[in-house]
Antibody
Framework: EVQLVESGGGLVQPGGSLRLSCAAS????????MSWVRQAPGKGLEWVSV???????YYADSVKGRFTISRHNSKNTLYLQMNSLRAEDTAVYYC???????????WGQGTMVTVSS | EIVLTQSPGTLSLSPGERATLSCRAS???????LAWYQQKPGQAPRLLIY???SRATGIPDRFSGSGSGTDFTLTISRLEPEDFAVYYC??????????FGPGTKVDIK
């Protein structure tokens, strides 16, 4: 079964750091693009970052310079390192990928990140 | 950066009615790279349409997508009770980046 499972969310103070993980099963994270999408409480979807199969990475302007996307091929896991966190980073973070199609047809269940003092 | 605008913000309809949702891009989007998602409360989004008009695996044929250039449409031919949700359009891959529209909520009239 093709599946993504996120972990690592929690409560962190402004200025703090957190690393999210997304474990893949049924396919390899290095064979396709992998992305992070977030959703603030009561708001819409916001694309955050992508890593392509060749290793190229791209970020939304709102997180550029603070977040880093990476993957560990042998662990078949995607990561999002989040530094200098702000209140506006509070959201459910989803990992997503295209497996059956070029769009995001596989999503994890999401992990909640709360930035608050 | 491509900006997507969706209209209307909210669509109030009854089961059995036809729903027409619009997505407009600030610049031309390749039809190959326009998708539609459905999201219900507490759930991850679900891909409905990719490539502007191709239904994703397992999506009923009452969902259809059309359009090109800067104007795209998602049509639900006859609303079922489970179709009341929020719908997002997305462009993917343009300049290797991704963008979501703000969403259209389809609620029960």
């Amino acid at each position: 079964e093709v599946q993504l499972v996120e972990s690592g969310g929690g409560l962190v103070q402004p200025g703090g750091s957190l690393r999210l993980s997304c474990a893949a099963s049924g396919f390899t994270v290095s064979s396709n693009y992998m992305s992070w999408v977030r959703q603030a409480p009561g708001k819409g979807l916001e694309w955050v970052s992508v890593i392509y199969s060749g290793g190229s990475t791209y970020y939304a302007d709102s997180v550029k310079g603070r977040f880093t996307i990476s993957r560990h091929n042998s662990k078949n896991t995607l990561y999002l390192q989040m530094n200098s966190l702000r209140a506006e980073d509070t959201a459910v973070y989803y990992c997503a990928s295209g497996y059956y199609s070029p769009a995001f047809d596989i999503w994890g269940q999401g992990t909640m990140v709360t930035v608050s003092s | 950066e491509i900006v997507l605008t969706q209209s209307p913000g909210t669509l109030s309809l009854s089961p059995g009615e036809r729903a027409t949702l619009s997505c407009r891009a600030s610049q031309s989007v390749s039809s190959s790279y326009l998708a539609w998602y459905q999201q219900k409360p507490g759930q991850a989004p679900r891909l409905l349409i990719y490539g502007a008009s191709s239904r994703a695996t397992g999506i009923p044929d009452r969902f259809s997508g059309s359009g090109s250039g800067t104007d795209f449409t998602l049509t639900i031919s006859r609303l079922e009770p489970e179709d009341f949700a929020v719908y997002y359009c997305q462009q993917y891959g343009s300049s290797l980046l991704f963008t979501f529209g703000p969403g259209t909520k389809v609620d029960i009239k």
